[in-house]
């Protein structure tokens, strides 16, 4: 059964950092040779895509407000991926969630994800 499991979330005020991490397991194929997403969804909005890597980190695309101040990574051989959060703004607050797609190229279209995390809360105060 795959599981992934997200990791990091917490109030924090504007302007401050964060990390998340999701650890995946159970999965039936190599964590090294699928690409890997972070996506968002705010009260009362509809998922958003944030970040997405490839499997072999190569390839990173990210949401155009996030740029410059999130950074996706990954460990293969521990099988789990991080979201470095810097210079938070309150408009960041949502509940992220990790996701995995069963190839190797990244995306950033939810619909390319086939296995989700339960998601983190962050919340940014002002």
């Known amino acids: 059964q795959v599981q992934l499991v997200e990791s990091g979330g917490g109030l924090v005020q504007d302007g401050g950092s964060l990390t998340l991490s999701c650890v995946a397991s159970g999965l039936s194929f190599t964590f090294s040779s699928v690409a890997m997403g972070w996506f968002r969804q705010a009260l009362g909005k509809e998922r958003e895509f944030v970040a997405t890597?490839?499997?072999?980190?190569?390839?990173?695309n990210y949401k155009e407000s996030v740029k410059g101040r999130f950074t996706v990574s990954r460990d293969n051989a521990k099988s789990v991926v991080y979201l470095q959060m810097n210079r938070l703004k309150p408009a960041d607050t949502a509940v992220y969630y990790c996701?995995?797609?069963?190839?190797?190229?990244?995306?950033?279209?939810?619909?390319?994800?086939?296995?989700w995390g339960q998601g983190t809360q962050v919340t940014v105060s002002s």
């Open positions: 996701a995995a797609r069963r190839y190797s190229t990244a995306s950033a279209a939810p619909y390319d994800y086939t296995y």
């Open positions: 890597i490839s499997h072999n980190s190569v390839s990173r």
